[in-house]
């Protein structure tokens, strides 16, 4: 599966984006999806993931309650809706894809559990 994510962009602290990742070549719904982010100097941490049915959802400490991940298969696109976003926020942010198979639950929640990346969109907070 090949993946696309976009939506970055620059915005002030207390603004929201939402982020895109649209999947081609295999059938999204076998995949769970995570959005995960690297900043400068930093190893890349996992944000938030969504089970390949969408039923189940997980999200890292520091976005709970700011950041929503959805998906809508027939449209092969998850999406990272990121609100009251903060300075500390600023990264690149990755999508990624694990073929699940029958456990359309499960959602991995470490990026050696991901086989399928897309290439960064940066998301810059300003104070």
């Known amino acids: 599966v090949q993946l696309q994510a976009s939506g970055g962009g620059s915005v002030q602290a207390g603004g929201s984006l939402r982020l895109s990742c649209a999947a081609s070549g295999r059938t999204f719904s076998y995949y769970a999806m995570g959005w995960f982010r690297q900043a400068p100097g930093k190893e890349r941490d996992f944000v938030a993931g969504?089970?390949?049915?969408?039923?189940?959802?997980y999200y890292g400490d520091s976005v709970k309650g700011r950041f929503t991940i959805s998906r809508d298969n027939a449209k092969n696109t998850v999406y990272l809706q990121m609100s009251s976003l903060k300075p500390e926020d600023t990264a690149d942010y990755y999508c990624?894809?694990?073929?699940?198979?029958?456990?359309?639950?499960?959602?991995?929640?470490?990026?050696?559990?991901?086989?399928?990346w897309g290439q960064g969109t940066l998301v810059t907070v300003s104070s």
């Open positions: 969504i089970s390949s049915n969408g039923g189940n959802t």
């Open positions: 990624a894809a694990d073929p699940v198979g029958s456990n359309v639950y499960y959602i991995p929640r470490y990026k050696t559990g991901y086989n399928y």
